[in-house]
């Protein structure tokens, strides 16, 4: 009978541990995986600066990013819309996403048990207050009022920082309101005082005119992309090595110009500036709008209002995202109705027409006019799927679904996620439907009076459908958000017929 060798555990234990290491190294990595299942698997929560479905597609700083990124590695993009961060965070936790795009600065406590790519754009921690309460310009002056924030926000450090410092200081977080709801209860004073991010303040401080700053919490941190701690880092070093690119090149920063770089240009309707362009820049293209117009059996002046809405009678406009011309017409818009060339200004006045004709053919045919235009403008700018969203909410609030005045005041609640959870179409920036329609109204006046009235030939054109809104439209009230201009990224999608 043979002895067995001393040796044997030995060996065994060394054929046992190469026997890992092969399987180790067989196994493909994160970026391998993601690639052989040609997908990116993204969560992200509805925001202006994050992501949201708007009437070209999905949009929002983070997500074109992701899309590049998704194009730069030659796979699809998927992206998932969650609640809140703390849904992000959960799945990241969980394994079930590649990424989150949470809109956190990557030095959050909430971050610690997760990867992070700094994406170049810098956040702060911003209080705001009701311009009608005290002051609330330093630490001091926020005495015994309750600061509020969003759980699971960048917030909350430098909130937890500012008691330390101050700790006669109270503030409260809260999971189910999210930015926009933050601002619309300072706006009307439910709260006092509250902390947001710098940059949700600078895209929505025009809806919000009674919201004012107060000052930083701490100095700007740059957002992150979370990835989950238990994927290797071969996926992070390629977002990083993506973002060094972008840097780079100077694709980067043209993408956060078409974002951001509007925002302190915009912010109110240039009436001096109007003027101006009625004498000096309409004249070119007059004819082009009244001819148009009268072939659509429309107002020319709502027409030609529609056009400065949108490029400031500019031809050559392009949008941030990328539509263009008089009329800011989309490349598919352009296709669907029939238009070949967007920067020629009469075939962009004709496209413009046409499909504001489509759009105000979806109007119900009982909803009585002036209101029924003002619901096609509405929808020519959010999409016919969110206007019936705030319709529905209106009827649900026992108000008149078919009446500008009612309807518009359940527009914004879109983009809260306590309501838009409810509706059928989802997340939109309803703030921007009123004031575009408040804007167009008040261009329109102003056409109405520095412009002759139309002539026989063109009153007889006008069709029952479109008015002459300086005679039928009631006066317009136009309240301080109304009297703000809207950025001019909206454009033309094809409608949903």
């Not at 990557?106 to 009701?130: H, M």
């Not at 410092?165 to 009307?188: C, Q």
């Not at 459908?465 to 006066?475: H, I, K, Q, V």
């Amino acid at each position: 009978m043979l002895k067995s060798s001393g040796r044997r555990p030995l060996y065994a234990a060394l054929v046992v541990s190469l026997a890992s290491a092969l399987t180790a190294c067989s196994r493909p990595s994160t970026l391998e995986e993601l690639r052989q299942e040609g997908v990116l698997h993204v969560i992200a929560r509805p925001s202006p600066s994050v992501y949201y479905e708007g009437r070209e597609g999905p949009t929002g700083f983070e997500y074109e990013l992701a899309k590049r990124f998704a194009n730069e590695l030659g796979v699809e993009l998927r992206v998932r819309e969650a609640e809140g961060n703390g849904q992000i965070l959960s799945v990241l936790e969980k394994g079930y996403a590649h990424i989150g795009l949470a809109g956190l600065a990557g030095t959050v406590q909430a971050t610690d048990e997760f990867k992070t790519v700094p994406t170049s754009l810098k956040v702060q921690s911003t209080l705001i207050y009701n311009r009608d309460a005290e002051s609330a310009s330093s630490p001091d002056d926020v005495g015994e009022r309750v600061i509020h924030a969003v759980a699971n926000s960048n917030h909350i450090e430098p909130l937890s920082e500012l008691v330390k410092a101050h700790p006669g200081l109270r503030w409260k977080s809260h999971e189910d309101i999210d930015t926009a709801g933050i601002l619309e209860r300072v706006e009307n004073g439910e709260f006092e005082v509250a902390v947001v991010d710098s940059t949700e303040l600078a895209l929505n401080q025009v809806f919000f005119p009674h919201v004012k700053k107060g000052f930083d919490l701490n100095e700007p941190q740059p957002i992150a992309w979370l990835f989950p701690a238990q994927q290797d880092d071969s996926l992070v070093q390629a977002a990083q090595k993506f973002f060094n690119k972008m840097q780079a090149n100077g694709s980067l920063a043209q993408l956060k110009e078409r974002f951001y770089g509007h925002l302190d240009r915009l912010n109110y309707v240039g009436a001096r500036t109007f003027v101006y362009h009625v004498r000096n820049r309409l004249p070119t293209y007059e004819l082009s709008f009244q001819e148009t117009a009268a072939e659509y059996k429309m107002d020319w002046r709502l027409l030609a209002a529609i056009g400065y809405q949108e490029s400031h009678w500019r031809p050559n406009a392009v949008s941030p995202t990328g539509v263009r011309g008089m009329m800011m017409l989309t490349r598919n818009t352009a296709q669907y109705v029939g238009i070949d060339n967007r920067l020629d200004p009469e075939k962009s006045i004709d496209g413009g027409a046409k499909y504001f004709q489509m759009v105000h053919d979806q109007i119900p045919d009982d909803i009585p006019e002036p209101d029924r235009t003002w619901f096609a403008l509405a929808s020519y700018n959010v999409g016919y799927g969110h206007l019936e969203d705030a319709r529905r909410l209106t009827e649900d609030a026992g108000k008149n679904p078919d009446r500008w005045i009612d309807v518009k005041e359940f527009l914004p609640l879109l983009a809260q996620k306590e309501w838009y959870t409810k509706t059928r179409y989802g997340y939109a920036r309803g703030h921007e439907p009123v004031v575009y329609v408040q804007n167009i109204r008040r261009y329109y006046d102003v056409l109405a009076w520095m412009k002759q009235p139309m002539s026989a030939n063109e009153q007889l054109a006008q069709s029952p459908e479109f008015p002459n809104l300086d005679r039928d439209a009631d006066p317009i009230e136009a309240t301080p958000a109304e009297a703000q201009d809207v950025p001019k990224s909206l454009s033309f999608a094809p409608p949903t017929l």
